[in-house]
């Protein structure tokens, strides 16, 4: 079992940054691939990025080059660093973990606002 906080959503500027945290607790195996997912309005959730303990990473290609995800795994936290904001980058993110890297995990955070304006 893991658990996930998220923080850091909130209000941002087009154009502007943001910095969401994710801190888990529970089964270690479970945190290997922990990773950020959003969800906007009428739209499927979608992948953002995902990293596992040994730093590998993946990204969706819209977000490449503008997010960056890292994680501390002494504090068992992952970050993602949101640069150059778009009104259209404006969901839920959640937070997610899991075993395998490259697929979606078991566990999912409460989520958190991101609001972009224009």
């Known amino acids: 079992q893991v658990h996930l906080v998220e923080s850091g959503g909130g209000l941002a500027q087009a154009g502007g940054s943001l910095r969401l945290s994710c801190a888990a607790s529970?089964?270690?195996?479970?945190?290997?691939?922990m990773g950020w997912y959003r969800q906007a309005p009428g739209k499927q959730r979608e992948l953002v990025a995902q990293?596992?303990?040994?730093?590998?990473?993946k990204y969706a290609d819209s977000m490449k080059g503008r997010f960056t995800i890292s994680r501390d795994n002494a504090r068992n936290t992952v970050y993602l660093q949101m640069n150059s904001l778009k009104p259209e980058d404006t969901a839920i993110y959640y937070c997610?973990?899991?075993?395998?890297?490259?697929?979606?995990?078991?566990?999912w955070g409460q989520g958190t606002q991101v609001t972009v304006s224009s």
């Open positions: 990293i596992n303990t040994g730093g590998n990473t």
């Open positions: 997610n973990s899991g075993v395998r890297f490259g697929f979606v995990g078991k566990y």
């Open positions: 529970g089964s270690t195996l479970s945190m290997n691939a």
